[in-house]
């Protein structure tokens, strides 16, 4: 996915994200995007550039809890 | 000072009402879903529950109901194997005790699955095997006791229970 604009700690998660087999998806506007995983759920991070670094933290737990459900990328 | 927390919230919020927050001054770092619904937030305040005030205001206004602070204090004798490094044989005859001193914080949860406070498990680990306890923070354990009084809250609607069951806190 692309990660243009993104401070480098989000695109760092998103990538450890899709190696997980979670799926990443931009939108425009106020929300930079969700990551997705297989079994439904969904975390939305918003293009709020006062909180990068908890931003990336949010992600990173959502890896956590889900990187059994990834699909092999 | 920032705070960052997570809140459980009955359903997930739409676009529209996430834009309102924001107009409010309330912007969510970030919103998970559909089960559980979850708004991560990160507050500016002078303490935790000034924090959390402000968020359950803002959110609830929108008709949204907030049933928790999420919060990794609920745990099961595999967790606390995992976080203290221990096998999980010995961190069940520590809970039984078979093991160690006695006196293991009982289990929140009855039935097939028993399920243990963090904040409980951690401070009697510290006491009797120091080397081995993971560090709670006095945050995780203010977090902790937010959820439970989030939740308290959402099971009695009437501020007039509320306040009755408030007394507790202090007595």
Redesign the interface.
Request: charged share 30%; net charge negative; no cysteine.
């Given at each position: 996915m692309a990660g243009h604009g993104l401070h480098k700690e989000i695109r760092k998660a998103i990538a450890e994200a899709e190696q997980a087999g979670l799926r990443a998806v931009t939108f425009t506007g106020h929300t930079w995007g969700q990551v997705e995983c297989p079994c439904g759920q969904h975390i939305k991070i918003y293009s709020t550039g006062r909180n990068p670094e908890f931003g990336a933290k949010l992600i990173y737990g959502f890896i956590r809890r889900h990187r059994e459900h990834g699909s092999t990328p | 000072m920032?705070y960052?927390f997570t809140l459980v919230l009955d359903r997930e919020p739409t676009?529209a009402e996430?834009?309102a927050l924001?107009a409010a001054g309330l912007?969510?770092?970030?919103?998970?879903?559909?089960?559980p619904a979850l708004a991560?937030l990160?507050i500016d305040a002078d303490s935790l529950p000034a924090a959390i005030i402000t968020a359950v205001r803002e959110i609830e206004w929108l008709g949204i109901a907030i049933t928790g602070v999420a919060s990794a204090d609920l745990v099961s004798l595999k967790d606390i194997a995992a976080r203290t490094r221990r096998s999980y044989e010995s961190v069940r005859k520590l809970a039984v005790g078979q093991r160690g001193p006695g006196g293991f914080p009982a289990p929140l949860s009855t039935g097939q699955w028993a399920l243990y406070s963090w904040a409980e498990v951690s401070a009697w680990l510290a006491r009797h095997y120091p080397a081995t306890a993971a560090a709670v923070t006095s945050y995780d354990r203010e977090i902790a006791a937010a959820d439970h009084l989030i939740r308290a809250r959402h099971i009695l609607p009437a501020p007039a229970d509320r306040a009755d069951l408030a007394q507790l806190l202090t007595a």
């Open positions: - | 920032m960052e676009g996430l834009e924001a912007d969510p770092v970030g919103a998970e879903g559909p089960r991560h990160a």
